[in-house]
Nanobody, 124 residues
Framework: QVQLLESGGGLVQAGGSLRLSCAAS????????MAWFRQAPGKEREFVAA????????NVADSVKGRFTISRDNGQNTVYLQMNSLKPEDTAVYYC?????????????????WGQGTQVTVAS
């Protein structure tokens, strides 16, 4: 398993942008598919975006399509979530997750390592 550490969250006005980063420990980062999930107070954890171990395949949730982009740098052991045109409903704790496999999955149950989360708050 890898250890994951998110950063980049904060308070932003609606329409603004943030870039989240997730740094992974270990030398086999390129063997892991990665994903971002988020959880708002009183709600279940929901899928946001995922990327395959090579970065060839990506997918984002319909609710963020056209606004969020996931990418990774295997040389830097880091996965990113670029968030543009942020809305108040994007407010949540954002979690980075990994699974020791190549392909994308959409359920949080498919991922076996998690970061501690980073808070994103979008003010209206």
């Amino acid at each position: 398993q890898v250890q994951l550490l998110e950063s980049g969250g904060g308070l932003v006005q609606a329409g603004g942008s943030l870039r989240l980063s997730c740094a992974a420990s270990g030398r086999t980062f390129s063997s892991y598919a990665m994903a971002w999930f988020r959880q708002a107070p009183g709600k279940e954890r929901e899928f946001v975006a995922a990327i395959s171990w090579s970065g060839t395949n990506t997918n984002v949730a319909d609710s963020v399509k056209g606004r969020f982009t996931i990418s990774r740098d295997n040389g830097q052991n880091t996965v990113y979530l670029q968030m543009n045109s942020l809305k108040p409903e994007d407010t949540a704790v954002y979690y980075c997750a990994s699974r020791y496999a190549s392909g994308i999955r959409y359920s949080h149950r498919e991922y076996d390592s998690w970061g501690q989360g980073t808070q994103v708050t979008v003010a209206s």
